[in-house]
């Protein structure tokens, strides 16, 4: 009931307000000396230097929390584009690893209720695959999870997680994943997650499963990966972490830590219970998009719950680019995804949950009716090649040479890929068929 356009839009027109207004959004009374200048709200938003100068100025007169001023703004949700997380410091990310992998009991053999046999939808057609160790229901179309397991997306009914063969590793771009999602009670602390993974590394490591990922984390791989959903019912994120060890005051960095780009739902947008355009504590369905445009990616994210829609477009950017092209999103990267806690997951829910130590539910996940779908027309399997009696003709008249399928001069792909083809570069590769 609070919001109009001048509130929480600019700070410095706090003098102009009654003090039981800027009380039911900061939970402070209204100090107009807090302000060199005081003056009337124009517009209907804030620059995110003029927020940051406002709370600072006040901040000199009273001790303040921005976290009151989130916490007022999920009360009372303003309208998109009045408050944005740039005025805070952007918390570190928890420094546990996620979860633990499921190894089973006797060595690779497992039992039939071990195997997670999943049935994902491709294009129309049903088809097997396995998440060994999962709990699956509903004939092989759900998965129940539980903390604190992760389950890696495999061909067959294995926990043989050293050689790369044996894992499904889809190639995305192109393609639309889409699952629905049922995240009841699964509230504050939690984290189910899906994402993606250049795994398996030589190294077995401390989980002696060969994972890698773009955390670094000592005793374990190190290697991109793309974070296609992490959440709970308080929030969803999908975060990129690619690995061009160049960033910037982190020299130490092989990989982005804190991810770039980073999307995130909103609280008004999505947050367990009403007055939001998602419920997060009733079913929804989750739909991401790998959208190739002149070879650039985009990865487009649509949270449905009947009639109401959130979408989120991330890139086109040279980190996700990087993830393309450097990371192996291209050749496929393993499928991992799992359901672990953390007392310190502020970083991804502390929009809503706030800053204090966080205990999560534990209550179960529910994942269910898999697919990926070919955007456009699937192309069709290159042929064998025919072996040819014939002796080399010798080189090339002048003039011709050989070609790649490169994305932005910056990088082609290797010798034998599928799309080393004019037609599949062009076409639904996204590449320039260039020579070389």
Not at 59 to 67: E, N
Not at 336 to 348: C, F, K
Not at 404 to 424: D, M, Q, T, V
């Amino acid at each position: 009931p609070y919001w109009n356009t001048c509130e929480l839009s600019c700070p410095p027109c706090c003098a102009a307000m009654s003090p039981p207004r800027m009380r039911a959004i900061v939970g402070l009374s209204c100090v107009g000396a807090a302000f060199a200048a005081p003056r009337a709200c124009s517009g209907d938003a804030c620059p995110a230097d003029e927020l940051l100068d406002g709370i600072s100025a006040l901040q000199t007169a009273i001790p303040f929390d921005p976290a009151m001023l989130k916490h007022a703004a999920l009360k009372h949700p303003p309208p998109q584009g009045y408050l944005t997380n740039n005025f805070t410091a952007r918390p570190a990310r928890s420094s546990a690893p996620r979860g633990a992998p499921f190894l089973g009991n006797k060595g690779g053999a497992l039992d039939p209720h071990e195997e997670g046999k999943l049935l994902i939808e491709e294009d129309g057609v049903l088809k097997t695959y396995y998440l060994p160790g999962a709990t699956i229901e509903d004939d092989g179309k759900t998965v129940k999870f539980t903390p604190p397991l992760r389950f890696y997306l495999m061909k067959e009914p294995t926990t043989d997680y050293s050689d790369a063969a044996k894992f499904y590793k889809p190639i995305f771009p192109g393609k639309t994943f889409t699952v629905d999602m049922k995240l009841e009670n699964v509230g504050c602390g939690c984290n189910v997650n899906f994402y993606l993974v250049d795994m398996p590394v030589a190294e077995a490591g401390k989980d002696n499963d060969h994972y890698c990922d773009g955390q670094c984390f000592d005793g374990l791989g190190c290697c991109a990966e793309f974070d296609m959903n992490e959440g709970n019912n308080a929030v969803q994120q999908i975060t990129n972490h690619a690995c061009t060890r160049d960033y910037d005051g982190h020299p130490d960095w092989a990989c982005h830590k804190w991810g770039e780009p980073e999307v995130k739902m909103s609280p008004w947008e999505f947050s367990g219970g009403r007055g939001h355009t998602i419920d997060g504590n009733k079913p929804f369905t989750f739909s991401q998009q790998f959208k190739m445009t002149d070879g650039q990616l985009q990865v487009i994210t649509t949270i449905t719950q009947g009639a109401a829609k959130v979408e989120k477009t991330m890139g086109p950017s040279a980190q996700l680019q990087a993830m393309l092209t450097g990371g192996s999103l291209l050749n496929g990267m393993a499928f991992v995804t799992g359901y672990w806690t953390a007392p310190d997951m502020n970083w991804l829910d502390g929009d809503v949950c706030g800053g204090g130590t966080e205990r999560c539910s534990e209550a179960p996940a529910y994942i269910s009716n898999w697919r990926i779908t070919t955007d456009s027309p699937a192309p069709p399997a290159p042929p064998k090649p025919e072996p040819n009696p014939e002796p080399n003709p010798g080189p090339a008249p002048s003039g011709e040479g050989s070609y790649k399928c490169c994305y932005g001069g910056a990088s082609c792909n290797a010798k034998g890929h599928w799309c080393n083809e004019e037609e599949h570069c062009t076409g639904s590769c996204g590449g320039q068929w260039t020579k070389v």
